[in-house]
C-alpha cells in the first residue's frame, strides 16, 4: 500500500519529506523550521509530541530519531497502531544510508536529486583545515560534542577533529575554564543551534581562540541542507581562521 500521510517528528526529515513530496507530511513538530511555508499541523516537541493529535492525524507513517524522540512516546505512538521509522545517524555515511530509507522504503518515494546531490558535494569536499577544536552546543552548563555524533563526523570530514571525540559521553558537560585553557583548541565552533550562539553570545568566553560561527542547521540536520554544507562549513571555518 503507498504512504499517503505522514507525521515526522525529526526536523531533518521534515525538511527532507518536503523538499521531496511536499502533500505528504500532515504533520510535524514545532521545531520543525525548514520548511518556511510548511503549513501542516504541529504536534508540539519532539521530547513531548502529542500523541493523541498524531494519533487523530491517521498517518500511514510517523518518522522519529533514536536520539531526538524518546522511547516512552514512540512505544506510544506503536501501542496507538502506528507504523513508525526510527532512524539512528551518526555518522555522513549512516545519514545519507537513513535518508535513502526514510524516502524510499519508508514513504515509497523516488529517490530525489538533492539526495545525490548530496552525496556529490561531500564527495568533493577535502580535509583542508587540519585544526583541533572544541564544538560547544549548550551553555549554562556548557556541553560540547563528544563521541559518535553527526556533527562530529561532518566536521571531522572537513579535517576538524573534536577535541572531545573520544569522551565516553556524546554530548558532555565541560567546565568552561577547561574548555578555554590555552592550547586545549586552534578554533571553537560554534553554532546557531540547538543553543542560538551569536557574535556577543559566545565568543568571549574563549579569549584568543578563533571562533567559527556557523548554521546549525548546516553542521547538525542530515537533509537537503547537506548539499551546501560543506562550503557553508568551510566560509565559516575560513573566515575565522584566516
Not at 516537541?45 to 500511514?60: E, F, H, R, Y
Not at 545519514?95 to 556529490?120: I, K, M, N, Y
Not at 542560538?196 to 560561527?213: I, K, Q, S, V, W
Request: overall charge negative; hydrophobic content about 45%.
Amino acid at each position: 500500500m503507498p504512504c499517503r500521510s505522514v507525521v515526522s517528528l525529526v526536523p531533518s526529515l521534515t525538511e527532507a519529506v518536503a523538499a521531496t513530496a511536499p502533500g505528504l507530511l500532515v504533520g510535524a513538530t514545532d521545531w520543525c523550521s525548514h520548511p518556511g511555508d510548511l503549513a501542516v499541523t504541529r504536534v508540539r516537541g519532539t521530547k513531548n509530541p502529542d500523541v493523541p493529535a498524531i494519533a487523530g492525524l491517521a498517518p500511514d507513517l510517523v518518522l522519529a530519531n533514536e536520539e531526538e524522540n524518546r522511547p516512552a512516546d514512540l512505544r506510544a505512538l506503536r501501542e496507538a497502531g502506528l507504523r513508525v521509522l526510527v532512524t539512528e545517524v551518526r555518522t555522513l555515511e549512516q545519514g545519507f544510508a537513513e535518508l535513502h530509507r526514510v524516502l524510499t522504503q519508508g514513504c515509497g518515494l523516488s529517490r530525489p536529486t538533492w539526495l545525490d546531490e548530496a552525496e556529490e558535494a561531500w564527495a568533493r569536499a577535502r580535509a583542508e583545515f587540519d585544526v583541533r577544536a572544541v564544538v560547544p552546543v549548550w551553555r549554562k552548563p556548557w556541553m560540547v560534542l563528544g563521541r559518535d555524533t553527526f556533527a562530529g563526523d561532518l566536521l571531522a570530514h572537513l579535517g576538524v577533529r573534536n577535541r572531545y571525540a573520544g569522551h565516553e559521553e556524546r554530548y558532555p558537560r565541560v567546565p568552561l575554564a577547561e574548555l578555554s585553557a590555552p592550547g586545549r583548541a586552534e578554533v571553537v565552533v560554534l553554532p546557531d543551534e540547538p543553543y542560538r550562539f551569536t557574535a556577543e553570545d559566545g565568543p568571549e568566553a574563549f579569549p584568543g581562540t578563533p571562533a567559527a560561527l556557523c548554521s546549525g542547521r548546516h553542521l547538525t540536520w542530515y537533509g537537503p541542507s547537506l548539499v551546501r554544507a560543506p562550503q557553508v562549513l568551510g566560509a565559516a571555518l575560513r573566515a575565522a581562521l584566516r
